[in-house]
Protein backbone atom coordinates (compact mmCIF):
# COMPACT_ATOMS: atom_id res chain seq x y z
CA UNK A 1 0.00 0.00 0.00
CA UNK A 2 2.95 2.48 0.85
CA UNK A 3 4.62 1.56 -2.26
CA UNK A 4 0.95 2.75 -4.23
CA UNK A 5 1.34 5.88 -2.02
CA UNK A 6 4.59 6.90 -3.39
CA UNK A 7 4.22 5.94 -7.53
CA UNK A 8 0.43 8.37 -7.18
CA UNK A 9 2.18 10.89 -5.15
CA UNK A 10 4.74 11.21 -8.06
CA UNK A 11 1.72 11.30 -10.74
CA UNK A 12 -0.99 13.52 -8.70
CA UNK A 13 2.18 16.32 -8.57
CA UNK A 14 2.58 16.29 -11.85
CA UNK A 15 -1.54 15.95 -12.94
CA UNK A 16 -1.24 18.99 -10.95
CA UNK A 17 2.25 20.60 -12.99
CA UNK A 18 0.39 19.81 -16.55
CA UNK A 19 -3.00 21.17 -15.66
CA UNK A 20 -1.12 24.69 -14.36
CA UNK A 21 0.76 24.40 -17.68
CA UNK A 22 3.95 24.56 -16.15
CA UNK A 23 6.18 23.07 -18.97
CA UNK A 24 9.70 22.98 -16.43
CA UNK A 25 8.10 21.77 -13.77
CA UNK A 26 6.53 18.43 -16.24
CA UNK A 27 9.82 18.03 -17.44
CA UNK A 28 11.31 17.77 -14.14
CA UNK A 29 9.26 14.66 -13.60
CA UNK A 30 11.10 12.67 -16.45
CA UNK A 31 14.57 11.22 -17.24
CA UNK A 32 16.33 12.43 -19.62
CA UNK A 33 16.41 9.17 -21.85
CA UNK A 34 12.81 8.84 -21.16
CA UNK A 35 10.00 7.43 -23.39
CA UNK A 36 6.67 8.93 -24.06
CA UNK A 37 3.90 6.69 -26.15
CA UNK A 38 0.82 9.07 -26.75
CA UNK A 39 -2.20 7.42 -29.25
CA UNK A 40 0.58 6.52 -32.25
CA UNK A 41 3.47 8.60 -31.43
CA UNK A 42 6.13 7.77 -30.24
CA UNK A 43 8.49 10.70 -28.30
CA UNK A 44 11.95 9.59 -27.10
CA UNK A 45 14.35 11.96 -25.25
CA UNK A 46 13.14 14.88 -23.08
CA UNK A 47 13.52 17.28 -26.22
CA UNK A 48 10.58 15.34 -28.01
CA UNK A 49 9.05 14.94 -24.44
CA UNK A 50 9.06 18.95 -24.01
CA UNK A 51 7.62 18.85 -27.81
CA UNK A 52 4.77 16.71 -27.28
CA UNK A 53 3.82 18.82 -23.89
CA UNK A 54 3.92 21.84 -25.71
CA UNK A 55 1.53 20.58 -28.42
CA UNK A 56 -0.65 19.27 -25.50
CA UNK A 57 -0.70 22.84 -23.62
CA UNK A 58 -1.71 24.65 -27.26
CA UNK A 59 -4.55 21.66 -27.82
CA UNK A 60 -5.69 22.57 -24.55
CA UNK A 61 -5.59 18.64 -23.07
CA UNK A 62 -7.07 18.63 -19.78
CA UNK A 63 -7.61 15.64 -17.22
CA UNK A 64 -11.46 15.13 -17.00
CA UNK A 65 -11.27 11.94 -14.41
CA UNK A 66 -8.94 9.11 -13.30
CA UNK A 67 -11.66 6.62 -13.47
CA UNK A 68 -8.84 3.38 -11.43
CA UNK A 69 -5.31 3.28 -10.32
CA UNK A 70 -3.30 0.16 -9.40
CA UNK A 71 0.11 -0.66 -9.35
CA UNK A 72 2.63 -3.10 -10.36
CA UNK A 73 6.11 -3.02 -8.96
CA UNK A 74 7.14 0.47 -10.02
CA UNK A 75 4.62 0.74 -12.47
CA UNK A 76 1.37 2.47 -12.52
CA UNK A 77 -1.62 1.93 -14.56
CA UNK A 78 -4.15 4.49 -14.87
CA UNK A 79 -7.76 4.44 -16.35
CA UNK A 80 -8.31 8.28 -17.00
CA UNK A 81 -10.46 10.59 -19.32
CA UNK A 82 -8.82 13.02 -21.03
CA UNK A 83 -10.52 16.38 -23.24
CA UNK A 84 -9.63 19.16 -25.59
CA UNK A 85 -10.84 21.89 -27.84
CA UNK A 86 -9.46 20.03 -30.66
CA UNK A 87 -11.39 17.10 -29.99
CA UNK A 88 -14.52 19.15 -29.51
CA UNK A 89 -13.93 20.49 -33.11
CA UNK A 90 -14.34 17.07 -34.48
CA UNK A 91 -17.10 16.04 -32.41
CA UNK A 92 -15.59 13.71 -30.20
CA UNK A 93 -16.60 15.22 -26.25
CA UNK A 94 -13.75 12.92 -24.52
CA UNK A 95 -10.84 9.91 -25.25
CA UNK A 96 -10.85 7.21 -22.56
CA UNK A 97 -7.50 5.66 -22.09
CA UNK A 98 -4.86 3.64 -19.78
CA UNK A 99 -1.88 5.64 -18.81
CA UNK A 100 1.06 3.08 -17.48
CA UNK A 101 3.71 5.52 -16.21
CA UNK A 102 7.15 3.25 -14.92
CA UNK A 103 8.78 5.11 -12.26
CA UNK A 104 12.43 5.09 -11.58
CA UNK A 105 13.58 7.43 -8.80
CA UNK A 106 10.37 9.37 -8.28
CA UNK A 107 10.55 9.88 -12.56
CA UNK A 108 8.70 9.20 -15.54
CA UNK A 109 10.99 6.16 -17.42
CA UNK A 110 8.35 5.16 -19.43
CA UNK A 111 5.05 7.06 -20.02
CA UNK A 112 2.81 5.36 -22.42
CA UNK A 113 -0.89 6.31 -22.85
CA UNK A 114 -3.40 4.16 -25.28
CA UNK A 115 -6.98 4.30 -26.26
CA UNK A 116 -9.29 2.04 -23.88
CA UNK A 117 -9.32 -1.26 -25.94
CA UNK A 118 -12.63 -1.77 -27.32
CA UNK A 119 -13.43 2.29 -27.00
CA UNK A 120 -15.21 3.52 -29.76
CA UNK A 121 -15.81 6.73 -30.88
CA UNK A 122 -17.35 8.41 -33.90
CA UNK A 123 -16.15 11.52 -35.81
Known sequence: MEEIQALKKVLDDYIEA???????RCLAFFHEDAHLQFATGHFPGIKQIE?????RFKGGMRLVEIEDMQSEGNTLIVNAVVTSP???LVRIKDLRGTGTFVIEEGKFKEYRM??????RFHI
Open 86 to 88: RLK
Open 51 to 55: QWHKD
Open 114 to 119: ELRKGY
Open 18 to 24: FEARDLD
